[in-house]
């Protein structure tokens, strides 16, 4: 049972669109008026109209018009889905330093999306907007140096640019930070702080960090060692379809630790663990197969079918 995660991060689309309406006083009227009425249009989720009024400002050299009409060209809203389109504007609103655009353009270099791949690239304009405190390309820019893409591989780099984020409150930043101290990669090894930063990701909802944050409750590391604790957060990242959290709370069922112990709930866990290719989960079940009966089997795969994912609400 062991844990690790290192994702890289793009600009959430809502956030930045929404943002339009904070800054627009240095705009003439009709400008503003034009981008107030793209922004309303996109939420109704009129994009075809959003996309045309943005296209307008755009033209006019406004660099969150241009930045919300490449997201747009990326994600297919309103306009056919041409990614070649979105490099276009993402690189008109980023040389001007709008640091949405500045971070997205790196990752379109960072996945060769529009434009050919180059990490130097991408690693240029994550720096960019990491520097104006944009916590997505902080986190790329840490994601970039924690594997010595387009820049030499430096931990603490990785983990300064993580801290950054995190403290920002990005919860897949702190939980990669969590990583950092769990592992003592570019900072101290010190499991008190990866719980700190494993913690402050999960009540967030992050199922990754759940599962890390049940897995040092697991074996009591940072932590007082306690069963119900550990099976408390294997089951909320269980529960939002997170396989290693899955595995994990089988284990807890079959061995009765922090639950009561239960084999059909084992098995049912393993299962959905195993049909997302985890293999330790696969190993398992051959282990509870000659432990378990038909019947017990039977009610295990019927739950498993009928099992849903939840996405967890975060208040």
């Known amino acids: 049972m062991i844990i690790n995660t290192h994702r890289i991060l793009t600009a959430p689309i809502l956030t930045v669109i929404l943002s339009l309406s904070l800054s627009f006083n240095v705009l003439a009227d009709s400008v503003q008026d034009t981008l107030d009425a793209a922004t309303k249009a996109y939420k109704k989720k009129e994009y075809k109209t959003a996309f045309d009024l943005f296209q307008i400002t755009a033209n006019t050299g406004n660099a969150r018009a241009q930045f919300n009409l490449g997201l747009m060209y990326e994600l297919g809203q309103g306009v056919q889905k041409n990614v070649t389109q979105a490099v276009v504007w993402y690189r008109k609103a980023a040389e001007q330093g709008q640091a949405g655009a500045q971070n997205n353009l790196g990752l379109m270099y960072a996945q060769g999306l529009g434009v050919q791949k180059n990490d130097t690239q991408a690693v240029a304009w994550y720096r960019k907007a990491a520097e104006q405190e944009f916590t997505g390309a902080q986190a790329n820019l840490g994601f970039m140096y924690y594997q010595g893409r387009g820049v030499q591989q430096d931990d603490t780099q990785a983990a300064n640019w993580y801290r950054k984020a995190a403290e920002q409150g990005q919860a897949d930043t702190q939980n990669n930070l969590g990583f950092m101290y769990y592992q003592g990669r570019g900072v101290k090894q010190d499991d008190t702080q990866a719980v700190n930063w494993f913690r402050k990701a999960a009540e967030q909802g ?27 957060w294997y089951r909320k990242a269980a529960e939002q379809g997170f396989a290693r959290a899955q595995n994990n709370l089988g284990f807890m069922y ?62």
Not at 263 to 273: D, F
Not at 290 to 304: C, D, H, M, S, V
């Open 206 to 232: 992050d199922a990754n960090a759940q599962s890390s944050l049940g897995f040092m409750y697991d074996k009591g590391r940072g932590v007082q060692q306690d069963g119900a604790q550990a099976v408390t």
């Open 254 to 315: 079959y061995q009765g630790r922090g639950v009561k112990q239960d084999n059909v709930q084992a098995h049912m866990w393993w299962t959905l663990s195993a049909a997302q290719g985890y293999e330790d989960a696969k190993k398992d079940l051959a282990i509870l197969a000659k432990g378990i009966t038909a019947k017990q089997r039977e009610e295990a795969q019927r739950l498993a079918r009928e099992w849903k994912p939840k996405k967890e609400v975060t208040h």
